[in-house]
């Protein structure tokens, strides 16, 4: 896996009107940045979100805010970490709600690709970052690319679940027609917000009946 993003991805994307500079120019800018310290996730996963999930196969988008930017954790899948990592206190606490919330054991490993290739685009709305130092790329200009993408989607597809947590990505919810898609809206997992809304709102089940089939 190369540091571009897949040909169908840009393909959709420049059918939909957006230049190749929106991920050209942050994607120049992270790979500049390798030189002078470490940048997570590692290049060939920078787009490996876009990799896993297709765009005709798109059926629910999960976005989150930064990758993660402790050592071995990022993987360029929103929430994931790999085999063997321990999980964060985010994804534990979207583990508790989803064995809660459908009364079925939850994933044993953080790795999340078998949600992406089933249909969940698990991006965030900024794709990289320094070590141990959150939000650094924030104006390196992934926001504009990640905007395109939730934008095109919603234009161009319909009956997509956008499943937006907290208050940083319910913002996105302007971006996305609401009479072609669902827009599901809770509080962040993040221990500091899981107790003011996410723990019990059911986010999973109700995708199944979005979605009206066993889907996780």
Request: proline letters at 8%.
């Amino acid at each position: 896996m190369s540091a571009e993003l897949p040909e169908v991805w840009q393909k959709f994307l420049t059918d939909a009107g957006v230049s190749p500079e929106t991920w050209e120019i942050p994607l120049a800018k992270s790979i500049a940045r390798r030189h002078e310290c470490t940048v997570f996730p590692p290049a060939e996963k920078v787009f490996n979100a876009f990799a896993l999930t297709q765009p005709e196969n798109v059926r629910v988008v999960l976005l989150g805010q930064d990758p993660y930017h402790d050592d071995g954790q990022a993987e360029g899948l929103a929430f994931s970490v790999p085999d063997g990592v321990p999980l964060p206190p985010s994804l534990r606490n979207i583990y508790k709600e989803f064995a809660d919330d459908l009364q079925r054991p939850a994933p044993a490993s953080g790795h999340l690709s078998c949600w992406a290739e089933k249909g969940v685009l698990l991006i965030n709305a900024v794709l990289t970052v320094d070590a141990h130092t959150p939000g650094s790329h924030a104006k390196y200009g992934w926001e504009k690319f990640t905007d395109a993408v939730i934008k095109s989607l919603s234009e161009k597809k319909s009956g997509i679940a956008f499943m937006l947590w907290g208050g940083f990505a319910r913002k996105k919810s302007a971006l996305i027609d609401r009479k072609k898609h669902f827009v599901l809206e809770n509080a962040h997992p993040s221990p500091l917000s899981a107790y003011r809304g996410f723990f019990g709102s059911k986010p999973f089940s109700q995708v199944e009946k979005i979605l009206n089939c066993r889907f996780w």
